[in-house]
T-cell receptor, first 109, second 113 residues
Framework: RKEVEQDPGPFNVPEGATVAFNCTYS??????FFWYRQDCRKEPKLLMS???SGNEDGRFTAQLNRASQYISLLIRDSKLSDSATYLC??????????FGSGTRLLVRP | GAGVSQSPSNKVTEKGKDVELRCDPI?????LYWYRQSLGQGLEFLIY????????KSGLPSDRFSAERTGGSVSTLTIQRTQQEDSAVYLC???????????FGNGTRLTVT
């Protein structure tokens, strides 16, 4: 089993839709979680950190569920420009940061 | 301030040649990672440096791959006797601690012909 797992998608949604991605992790003691966005042929860029209490940044909300060992990303009012691959990051059993394989989002007009 | 810098941005090499890829992390960042990304694939962890600790080399795919980090700053990833399957984008990232968000360089696109 991979230490950080995501549904690869693609998620194909209309503009204005709300979409949510989940990411499961296996190291219950993981201390750091992040969501990154990666556009085609570009490097990943930090979207947001994920805190235990949950956090929001504009249309984006990140949550951590330690009991079920997953993190989530909610995007409200999707824009065409949100089309990208979303990568979740957690810590593996040796506490280094590792990436999920990414979830592809396509927002259509 | 300057971000993570990688060079070269593109490298084309013949099968069997050795290549060196360079990464200049953000000043003061103690953690440095190398990842590899093949077309349409996720990020594959290669190696992790944290401060003065021994590097975590568990992701290096073969003994043709090696990396070092001099003076806790610049890192070089060396691939010996390159093979066509080594063709990928090699990404370097640094963070201020082992738990902080990673900042990526633009990557080196390696093509082995």
């Amino acid at each position: 089993r991979k230490e950080v797992e995501q549904d690869p998608g693609p998620f194909n949604v209309p503009e204005g839709a709300t979409v949510a991605f989940n990411c499961t992790y296996s190291n219950s003691a993981s201390q750091s979680f992040f969501w990154y966005r990666q556009d085609c042929r570009k490097e990943p860029k930090l979207l947001m950190s994920v805190y235990s209490s949950g956090n929001e940044d504009g249309r984006f909300t990140a949550q951590l569920n330690r009991a079920s060992q997953y993190i989530s990303l909610l995007i409200r009012d999707s824009k065409l420009s949100d089309s990208a691959t979303y990568l979740c990051v957690g810590m593996d059993s040796s506490y280094k940061l590792i990436f999920g394989s990414g979830t592809r989002l396509l927002v259509r007009p | 301030g300057a971000g993570v810098s990688q060079s070269p941005s593109n490298k084309v090499t013949e099968k069997g040649k050795d290549v060196e890829l360079r990464c200049d992390p953000i000043s003061g960042h103690t953690a440095l990672y190398w990842y590899r990304q093949s077309l349409g694939q996720g990020l594959e962890f290669l190696i992790y440096f944290q401060g003065n600790s021994a590097p975590d080399k568990s992701g290096l795919p073969s003994d043709r791959f090696s990396a070092e980090r001099t003076g806790g700053s610049v890192s070089t990833l060396t691939i010996q006797r390159t093979q066509q399957e080594d063709s990928a984008v090699y990404l370097c990232a640094s963070s201020s601690t082992g738990k902080s968000p990673l900042h990526f360089g633009n990557g080196t696109r390696l093509t082995v012909t």
